[in-house]
């Protein structure tokens, strides 16, 4: 089993539609939850972070974390062509070796297409 | 402005050849890290450093090599030993304190094996 695995892609949704990108991670000592977001060519870019279970909203983005599921979300509300996109989910272990940071685990990603 | 800064952004390497890519942060992060990405795939680690003068082996450290002499610079070689070099290199710094150290990127290289 891959330490964290996204769903499967390519996602296609219609211009102003919700996107649901899903996580899960096997780690159940994994503390910290990234959303990164990767255009064709760029680099990673960190749209969002969550920490504790429940729901952390961010404009269009909303971030849900179910520690006991060993799941975590993205949900993108009026999804727009600029959206499309590769979605990294990554999953830090809290701390490592005694270090106060850890290492981060991605995930392979997962492919958005917003068409018009 | 702060941010982090790699180069080149293409490097071509022959067979044989050991190559240096640069990363430099003015965030005044101490952890800088490097990840390797393939095509479709996601960041694999390869060297994390938390501080000046000492570094760790990530995931995938066969066949490349670091130095943090400064807290601003992590340069990664690649060298001869690396089997298959051919990928997209990302540097990221983060802070140490807490537990919440988000990370965040450079441009890239793109490294070519002719």
């Known amino acids: 089993q891959k330490e964290v695995e996204q769903n499967s892609g390519p996602l296609s949704v219609p211009e102003g539609a919700i996107a649901s990108l899903n996580c899960t991670y096997s780690d159940r000592g994994s503390q910290s939850f990234f959303w990164y977001r990767q255009y064709s060519g760029k680099s990673p870019e960190l749209i969002m972070s969550?920490?504790?279970?429940g729901d952390k909203e961010d404009g269009r983005f909303t971030a849900q974390l179910n520690k006991a599921s060993q799941y975590v979300s993205l949900l993108i509300r009026d999804s727009q062509p600029s959206d499309s996109a590769t979605y990294l989910c990554a999953v830090k272990v809290g701390r490592d070796g005694g270090t106060s940071y850890g290492k981060l685990t991605f995930g392979q990603g997962t492919i958005l297409t917003v068409h018009p | 402005d702060g941010g982090i800064t790699q180069s080149p952004k293409y490097l071509f390497r022959k067979e044989g050849q050991n190559v240096t890519l640069s990363c430099e942060q003015n965030l005044n992060h101490d952890a800088m890290y490097w990840y390797r990405q393939d095509p479709g795939q996601g960041l694999r680690l390869i060297y994390y450093?938390?501080?000046?003068?000492?570094?760790q082996k990530g995931d995938i450290a066969e066949g490349y090599s670091v130095s943090r002499e400064k807290k601003e610079s992590f340069p990664l070689t690649v060298t001869s030993a690396q089997k298959n070099p051919t990928a997209f290199y990302l540097c990221?710094?983060?802070?140490?304190?807490?537990?919440?150290?988000?990370?965040?990127f450079g441009p890239g290289t793109r490294l070519t094996v002719l």
């Open positions: 969550i920490y504790s279970n």
């Open positions: 990221a710094s983060s802070i140490t304190s807490g537990d919440y150290n988000e990370q965040f």
């Open positions: 450093s938390q501080i000046v003068n000492d570094f």
